[in-house]
């Protein structure tokens, strides 16, 4: 369904809860699978390319030279940073600048009580407020809601679904959020909305079917470029399921319209706008992925599940040909206890803020190993091969 009047809330029957979700290992953090992890003495990770690409090659560039370095920052959300606003435990934080000057983190599945699970005042997305945009000094001071963040959209998690920010974005003096619906990977369509008040409230626009394109559709994360359009990469939205990345264009007049996305696709020997839409990059496994316009050239950063890491590609052109472009790991996994530096047990996201620089880069990543241990994080990275 593509129709404005579809409903946006509407969901598959009953299925498992979260909390039994959660059980299951199934859960949205739980990122530190087994397949294809070594861990080294310390317990991090050991990295080495991984995946393949389109037309059976092998992993185009490999990974850059070891330069790529990172420290932790700060938690941004946690029982001290944002218990007060009812969301101590929460996770994601896909930042974006307001037209007033804030930093909004768009969070997903929250709750108070005691802990990831727990049933009690259960919202998705919320949205949690930083008054000062400098990266140096990002602290949540406020939610859309006041005193207690509020679901930013219509979500009653009946049966067990939710409803999943992949992006946030500004156009102009508007945001627009993408959300994906369902219960955790089993997306029965994305939808997608418009705020012209800084994020406190929010207008549904369009969704799109869960199985549009094989399922790669289902997660969408939109680079603004100042030539007119969006560029828009999507995959399938479970952990589990190798998926391609697919390459759309929309202007940015017309980016609420689903049949305005102008697929880029290998036809004929040539790639070319309009095609059916091609992997450019492979079919392997991904978590959340990011995609963003900065100082000229364009930034893909997304959680690679063998190995597991966040990784960064940067490049010249929407266009670019992925599977020669270096992926530089930013944030390598290890056991719970042993963070230090880049290194981070079970992490996932890996969302740019507004204001980094390729020499200066911060990342929203999320970590979650058990009820209590689930939070947004803010990392600083270095040593990017730009």
Known sequence: MTTEDADPTSA??????????????????????????????????SAHAGGTHAGGGSPGGGLAPAAVGG???????????TGRFAAPWTDLGIPVRCPDGTILLVCGDTFDGEGVGDDTNWRSPVGLRASNPDLNALVVDGAVGGAQAVGLVPEGHEGGTTAIPSDVFAIGDTLYMHLMRGVIFQTHHSDFW???????????????????YGGQ???????????????????????????????????????????????????????????????????????EIG????????????????????????????????????EQPMILPTAPGQDHDNVVAHPYGGWVFPGSTFDDLHIAVSQWYDPQNYRVMQYRIHGLVT
């Open 12 to 45: 598959p029957g009953p299925s498992p809860a979260r909390r039994n979700v959660l059980r299951t290992g199934l859960g949205l953090g739980l990122a530190l699978g087994t397949g294809g992890i070594a861990l080294a003495p310390g317990g991090a990770a």
């Open 71 to 81: 420290s932790k920052v700060r938690d941004l959300t946690g029982p001290n940073e």
């Open 194 to 212: 418009r705020s012209t008040d800084n994020g406190e409230t929010w207008e549904y626009l369009c969704q799109w079917p869960g199985d549009q």
């Open 217 to 287: 559709f289902q997660q969408k994360t939109y680079a603004v470029a100042d030539d007119g359009y969006c560029y828009v990469l999507s995959s399938v939205f479970n952990r589990d399921i190798p998926s391609g990345l697919l390459l759309h264009r929309v202007r940015h007049e017309s980016v609420g319209d689903p049949a305005a996305y102008e697929p880029w696709g290998y036809a004929n020997g040539a790639w070319a706008w309009g095609n059916q839409p091609t992997t450019v990059n492979g079919v392997r496994r991904r978590g």
């Open 291 to 326: 995609f963003r316009a900065m100082e000229g050239r364009y930034i893909l950063t997304w959680l690679n599940m063998e190995p597991l890491d966040i990784r960064a590609q940067i490049f010249d052109l929407p266009t670019s040909d992925l599977t020669v472009t270096p």
